[in-house]
């Protein structure tokens, strides 16, 4: 004599859910997977693409050799010069907070750069940059290569940072 005993009801109804939920969670994440896809990308404001420097001198030629990219946050305080120099790479800056006049030694010229602006440094021409009546937070890039400095101060001058 042979008997089965069977489920109980409750076993079964768990097991049905149980592969009702799998199922409807895989949907889920397959749709969340393709609507991921499908959005738009991020925004982004581009805030300098330059040939040349701030003064009008032209890019010629980046270092020889591997490339190296530095990237510095320079904080100056109010009413603060600092020293003169030079950068022996192309290199960019934006006015996170603050001001800053950029003076060059040779020409005199200056310009002001305002919070929420970008520029581009000069590559071996002499100059500073001068804060105004804030701290100015700068971010500061480099594109050098060989171990070159990012800045190089100027004969009796001390280091820039």
Known sequence: MSFSIARPPIRRRA???LGFTLV???LLFVTGQSHAQ???SA???HLLKADRSWNGKPYTAYPPGAPT???IRLTIPPHTALPWHTHPVPNAGYVLQGQLT???KASGTSHVFHQGEAF???VNDA???VSGDTTTILILTYAGGNNLPTSIPLKGEKNEY
């Open 127 to 129: 100059h500073r940059g």
């Open 102 to 104: 950029i003076q060059d």
């Open 43 to 45: 925004h982004a404001d």
């Open 120 to 122: 581009a440094e000069s």
């Open 69 to 71: 990219l530095s990237m």
């Open 38 to 40: 499908e959005t738009a």
């Open 15 to 17: 097991r049905a859910l």
């Open 24 to 26: 409807i969670s895989t």
